[in-house]
């Protein structure tokens, strides 16, 4: 049996801004998804459009971008390389009607370069609490 990483609880529910509570330990390696709470709506399917509502914060860090402030929800394809590769592969399969924790290492991020424009470092774990509102 191997131990579950230890990741960062996320407050409310579907369609409620989150907050993240970080756990002591660092980040965990390798990409980690968690379905916090499951939708019974259609699967995400590579090549579709995914509409979504995110949050989005370096590990024990700081929120750098989040889609509730601003109340509207963002669409993009998924599953074909429009977005970083932990939310191709996170999100493919999920339900529409979900929320999904996503720890994402730099691999499947933005690399070694970050985005230093939005406080992220080459090395930044990145955490997501993503609600998969719609697919199309």
Same mark, same amino acid.
């Given at each position: 049996m191997t131990d579950q990483p230890t990741l960062p609880a996320a407050s409310g529910s579907f369609g409620e801004k989150p907050t993240l509570t970080f756990p002591e330990t660092g980040a965990p390696s390798g990409l980690q998804v968690v379905v916090l709470s499951e939708g019974d709506g259609p699967a995400v399917t590579s090549g579709r459009n995914i509409v979504v509502h995110y949050l989005g914060q370096t590990w024990g860090g700081h929120v750098f971008d989040n889609s509730y402030?601003?109340?509207?929800?963002?669409?993009? =394809? /998924?599953?074909?390389?429009?977005? /970083?590769?932990?939310?191709?592969?996170?999100?493919?399969?999920?339900?529409?009607?979900?929320?999904?924790?996503?720890? /994402?290492? =730099?691999?499947?991020?933005?690399?070694?370069?970050?985005v230093p424009q939005a406080g992220i470092a080459g090395t930044d774990t990145l955490v997501f609490v993503v609600d998969v509102v719609d697919v199309q």
């Open positions: 402030d601003r109340g509207d929800t963002i669409a993009f =394809p /998924i599953g074909v390389g429009a977005v /970083i590769g932990g939310w191709d592969k996170g999100l493919v399969g999920q339900n529409v009607g979900s929320r999904v924790l996503l720890s /994402i290492p =730099p691999e499947h991020g933005y690399g070694q370069r970050g």
